[in-house]
């Protein structure tokens, strides 16, 4: 419990976490703003403000990949060449526990951030439904698995370039795995694309998945690539 | 002369970095196999490329900060604006042909002049940004927010946008849209330039 409370506390500590956060609240809201009309021009849009939650999914990128690569990076003057790692090694040794606990802390920021952020999107869009309601758990776990999911390549790659560069040009308004939906469909069983169906309803893919078959499926990526990341965390030099 | 010694440090500083080879074969790689791939559909040719070219001009400047590479480089060359400016000019000499290199390999072959000229930009832009920031990953999430979400969004919703950064990236055998990137690497280079100055290392 100590070492959660920790994590979290290291976690808060960093910018970079807060400009996720507001970059999570602040973009699905604009947006959904912004479409709002012409969604009701155009006759209404059962996913208005669920595809926009879609695209703030990045705020959980950002602090799933920073969680992790935090502990590594050693930029700025104030750095001392050393990196928090051996510290936090230092204080708690066990490295299962030190992943778990650091995951936790973040995946309990992540589901804040998520519930709070869909609760305002939703209060954009003109008379929400109660069914509306009944698909925020969707998007709560579609952004936790993710920010795990980012956590998971940047333990693998020990520095948030890469996990950064390939998740947000998959969260862009064209993404790599939808276009290589349309060349096989094997690609619907792709994570995001998997996982958007806990919340998203008009899906425009080869293959239909029920919303729990596709958080199933984001749930099997997500657990892989952590236990990935766990093993090479475990066994490799800090 | 002291100007043509720091750009070719800065060149060899920039080559020696692992980084730079692997962002630039990775993009060189991942930009032929998306356009052989999407050859059919109607996909902004340098839309995905550019995430390369962005990391690239990122690096370049964040390697100096991670370990303190930047005091040894100012005690090299004390003088920051021509240092700042060698940089630039060491990274234009890089990006450049590798732009031309991908859009062969990833087309659109009809625009290269105008798809090669706005990713050697948009390196630029981006070192830039890098320089005001320090760290590389804010500069990273920073600006791929800005390039593949905001930007994309903003372009059907705001009359304003055809004089953005990224509008160019879809317009490329006209020029104009590489002129206006050319505005603000200039406008972009005089900030980090002036804030490199002022700030400490």
Known sequence: ???????????????????????????????????????????????????????????????????????????????????????????????????????????TLVAALAAVSSTITLMTVEAPGASDFGRLPGVVLYWVLTALLASGLTLLTRNGILPLTVLILNTSVVTVTYLLAKLTPLAAFFPDLAGFRMFIERVDLPVQLAPVTGGLVMTAWVAALLAAGFLVFRGRDA | MTGGRAIRAETRKLLSLPATYFTLLGTLGVSAILSTAFSRQDVSPVGHTQAGFIVLGVIAVTSEYSGGQIHRTLTAMPRRITQHLAKIAALLIVAAPAAVLTVLAGGPRSAVVGASAYLTLTTILSATVATVLRWSVPAVAGLLGYYFIAGPLLRDRAPFAAYLPDAASHDLRSLGGSAVVLGWVLVAVGISAATFHRRDA
Not at chain 1, 83 to 97: A, D, E, F
């Open chain 1, 1 to 107: 419990m100590r070492a959660y409370r920790g994590e979290l506390r290291k976690l808060t500590s960093l910018p970079s976490v807060w400009a996720a956060v507001a970059v999570g609240v602040l973009l699905p809201a604009a947006l959904t703003f912004l479409n709002a009309s012409a969604a009701a021009r155009r006759g209404g849009n059962v996913d208005l403000g669920f595809q926009e939650l879609a695209f703030g999914v990045v705020g959980a990128i950002i602090l799933g990949v920073v969680a992790v690569s935090s502990e590594y990076t050693t930029e700025g003057e104030n750095a001392g060449g050393g990196r928090q790692i051996t510290t936090s090694l230092m204080v708690v040794p066990s490295r299962r526990r030190l992943l778990i606990t650091k995951l936790a802390a973040m995946s």
